[in-house]
């Protein structure tokens, strides 16, 4: 009963994988389509399905020397702003 019970979770891990996978493709569509016509992305943090790294608007010169405090309400500013 055990094996059985594993083997069913296994599945079911792999079917939410797989539609974790399609949301996020379908979020990375949303936000090359607000590119597009000039918005931005309405989607932060998009894990890219290939190299696994989140994939956003933040650009790193943006923070540059500045406090750490700043670069964090800065952050969090932006991602209320998009619910």
Do not use: W
């Not at 493709?25 to 932060?44: S, T």
């Not at 989140?54 to 209320?80: C, F, Q, S, W």
Request: negative net charge.
């Amino acid at each position: 009963m055990e094996k059985e019970l594993e083997s069913a979770i296994g599945v079911l891990k792999q079917k939410v994988e797989q539609k974790a996978k399609e949301l996020n493709d379908a979020k990375k569509a949303v936000n090359q389509f607000c590119l597009c016509i000039g918005e931005p992305p309405v989607y932060a943090g998009i894990e890219d399905s290939e190299t696994g790294q989140l994939i956003g608007d933040l650009k790193g010169h943006e923070y540059y020397m500045k406090p750490l405090a700043t670069v964090i309400t800065n952050v969090l500013e932006r991602r209320g702003e998009r619910g």
